[in-house]
């Protein structure tokens, strides 16, 4: 009985760790969103997306919504490319009905928000490897590991 009740703590860490996770995410995409939102501006010049705080809670609902999708998606095995199908269907047509984006302006910021969120996933990911590789060097090797304790004697073959 005290082993279940253990268990029970572990998965409810484990679960607040991992919604504390999703939540940082939402609010990256979104970062990633206004950051594609300015980009697309910049390069198209003249696409409104409103006032800041409105497009800011704009791009919240947006990004909230698709990891709501993406989350009912990891419960769904067996339909992962339809998925990732409606998920394209899900941004696309959020900017075209939040924003009130043309079809184009809306394909656009869909493919710069999909390359930078990519760009963004690598550069993280490349940040978690080089901080484990720095914590794997950083650490005092075991007394037993050393190179000169592992090493063959001169002369041995």
Known sequence: RDHLARGHHVDTVLSLILGIGWSVAVYIS?????????????????????FLGIAIAKALAICLGAWVLRF????????GILMIALGALY?????MLVFKLDFFEAALLSC???????L???????ALVSAAGFF???????????????????GAS
């Open 120 to 126: 963004t996933v690598f550069v993280l990911a490349l």
């Open 91 to 95: 941004w696309f047509g959020a900017f």
């Open 30 to 50: 979104a970062a990633m969103l206004l950051l594609s939102m300015l980009l697309l501006d910049r390069i198209m010049g003249g696409i409104d997306f409103g």
């Open 112 to 118: 710069v928000n999909f390359l930078l969120s990519w």
């Open 136 to 154: 794997h060097h950083a650490a005092p090797a075991p007394p037993d590991a050393s190179p000169a304790a592992t090493a063959p004697a001169h």
């Open 72 to 79: 009912l998606g990891h419960h769904f095995d067996g339909y």
